[in-house]
């Protein structure tokens, strides 16, 4: 989806590719920080025989599957160009 973005633009594609890296790290920051924020169970106050439920064990889980599906949905409904891309003239690597 970012090559959609940067499409035949390419001056610029370093810029995009960067910076939806950078806010993408810097997002994932943010969400781990509100999601530690919940966190109230200590280690030490779990029962060895029975794990416990922690908020960044049922996230790391959960969110990225939900995460996958959307993406799933997103990819099926987008509407990409239809267009065939030109034959080469040389080949790559020469």
Do not use: Q
Request: one cysteine or more; glycine letters at 8%; aromatic letters at 14%.
């Amino acid at each position: 989806m970012e090559s959609e973005l940067v499409d035949k633009e390419v001056e610029g594609s370093a810029f995009v590719y960067g910076s939806l890296g950078f806010v993408e790290k810097v997002l994932c920051g943010i969400m781990l920080y509100i999601l530690e924020s919940y966190e109230s169970v200590t280690p030490a106050s779990c029962d060895p025989a029975y794990p416990c439920f922690t908020v960044t064990r049922f996230s790391f889980g959960f969110i990225p599957g939900v995460a996958a599906f959307a993406g799933v949905i997103v990819t099926c409904f987008t509407k990409f160009r239809t267009t065939h891309p030109e034959p080469l003239a040389e080949p790559l690597l020469a």
